[in-house]
């Protein structure tokens, strides 16, 4: 965690994506050479019981995502490439980042995907 507040950029992206994946959450982070970034994460539950954490890492000029290997237990605040995550394939999403509003839409798209993908298998 981090003690400052979301940047500009920041603030729109999660805007924008928030808007088109409600229940989106959003933690932001601080990496030891100051550069400032954030995990929009979404939690596939039912119950009380989340049974997988799609993760997404936003700096302003990347986006890497795939799944959490621990529901963002031990891996939140580690960036993805770190953690090891797949951001790669069909569950996973790495981009270029142009501009924060414009770059929430295929975020949006690579969550709805799994969200729509995870709301259809037989429970």
């Not at 950029?9 to 994946?21: H, K």
């Not at 890492?57 to 580690?78: A, E, I, M, Q, T």
Request: glycine content about 8%; some cysteine.
């Amino acid at each position: 965690m981090r003690n400052a507040e979301p940047t500009a950029e920041e603030s729109a992206f999660f805007a924008e994506l928030a808007r088109q994946v409600p229940d989106v959450q959003d933690w932001y982070h601080q990496d030891d050479g100051g550069t400032l970034w954030m995990t929009a994460s979404y939690d596939f539950a039912q119950g009380n019981q989340i049974y997988e954490t799609l993760r997404l890492d936003y700096d302003g000029k990347s986006l890497r995502g795939g799944w959490s290997p621990s529901c963002l237990n031990w891996d939140d605040g580690v960036r993805a490439d770190e953690a090891l995550i797949d951001t790669t394939g069909p569950d996973g999403l790495r981009l270029d980042c142009v501009d924060p509003t414009t770059d929430a839409a295929p975020a949006a798209a690579w969550f709805r995907r799994h969200i729509d993908r995870w709301q259809t298998q037989p429970r």
